[in-house]
């Protein structure tokens, strides 16, 4: 069913296209025209670069896998689906920790939604993988799947310190995002 | 026409894609930045849920049976947009009725909107099946269509029931999101 | 360049896809539960109708009408996107006509955007033709082109008239949304 | 690696188009219905129509240079994503430079953000044609790339006298766009 894929694809890339472009929507247009009305934005600008580059990295690793899957079926499809939804948590977590700040609970709350997100791919991974049989394309091309096992335990003590120092869990966040920028070597060297 | 079945797939992809994601835009980043902000945002929150359930299934069967459908005529083209007409009310519906804690007149409208999605699901699909002709391959694949059928006298029943028991109303949504979010056996073998 | 068509067809239908979506936006969750907090969304509501409606032809009939193109040049990439230019100003006058109850000035605005769009689509139909040489599978198709002679001559007395009677203005934007709703059986006939 | 090629297309023309529909949102419905309400959206108005040809300018632009990309690879993705990045932030500058009556500073952040999305323009040409290697087809098409050399003094010229006159900052945008708005003989001779 290569149709089917097709169009997991194309309503993936749809969904991921606005996550992404909603969110600049909480950048709200000042009503003064100098710089220092620009000021208050900053932290929320910020939070969107974070967020711009984890749904870049998504779409991208996405992207790789999806390409190593010969054909959906209804259960890769259900699992797409539930990793869509945590995504678009996404803009309203952003949004959040952006306009209080970086302060706890929000920080808390979007390294949550991160967790979710990351056990959502995960999951969909492993219904492809089980799908693809024993000599599976995609189980040999994560390999050790090592970012993908360090992530959520990363994840898990940036919401377990973001009560105390939420700026050490959000330095996690951006640590976790330069791990996974770099594409995976096992998968790229399969799809080029 | 192969080309008009395309464009109908990426279209509605476009639209769902979309409808499903501005409905997060109705959670509203909260001022404060304690847990407790976030509390009147919990009806919201699960009315969303709901609709993500709701139209990722429609977003599933439509993708299947338009798999089944080998041509597109102007017939379908209306008939799929006089669906996404429905479908685009639930963001409205969704918000509403997360606004107001499940109350009487918005659990009514909800179900409504749904029981006309329903309709023209089924009306698309009669179209389609008439199309096909005799040896309509929707059509065995449908076969009983007791989902089909079931649906809109549970979405009767819930509006009726809405005056009363909003809480049972809602209910019975859920059960009907329940009965369609396990995948067609028989579609589902047609179509892999 | 099947490609570049592929890629106008795709960019059209998101670009189309999001403006009739995003026009739900101004159907506004009202603050109370009663149904008597609807009754001032009913005119945004029907000029929801309308446009969704008129934009639903755009699309039929765009892609009935990129369907007959073999391949896209640079004058007919930029007169599509000079189509979706008129066309992504109708949410707006969509909402304020239906928000001032059809009052006279968006009652004209409403019209003066049909007409350019109207306008815009047939310089994108005439490009197509005139890339296609003498023997223009479109013209064929095409034909006397009736309706696309009609219409800019009733929005412009529609436009005339909004200034005295908004209502009778308003009779004749769905007046023409009727006559376009029926698919043209000359394209029909050579697409499918 | 087609496939990759594809959803790069994908994405990109759906970022690109909610891109371009999300500036309309900034035209926000007046409460009056006279024309006078209107009057001062005009300068939203007329941002919104030269963000809205930059923004048709590099889809038409980028729909060439990628149909001269046979394959993508990993840092294509990240090169074209980090384009998508820049060009996302122009509904925000759009907004406050519409809003503030093209003021000095708006002006400013309006041109920074186009000159970093030409940066980004520049490098994803240049990471392609190196992904070609000695006989690249894009250098090839490309040839001096006078535009794309002028453009980048243009911007950094109108950015240094917005603090004096913001209107000749804003008649060099216009320039700009001109300049670009003809499509580019070489590229054109090429995928035609």
Known sequence: MKMGKNRLEAFSDGVL???ITIMVLELKVPHGDCWDDLLPLLPVFLSYVLSFVYLAIYWNNHHHMIHLCQRANGSILWANLHLLFWLSLIPFTTGWMGENHFSAAPCLLYG???FFAGAAYWLLQHTIIKSQ??????????GSDWKGRLSPILYLVAIGVSFYWPAVSL???VLVALIWIIPDPRIERVTC
């Open 17 to 19: 296209a606005i996550i």
């Open 112 to 114: 949550l939604v991160l």
């Open 133 to 142: 049989g024993a000599d599976s394309v995609l189980k040999h091309a994560v």
């Open 171 to 173: 330095g996690m966040y």
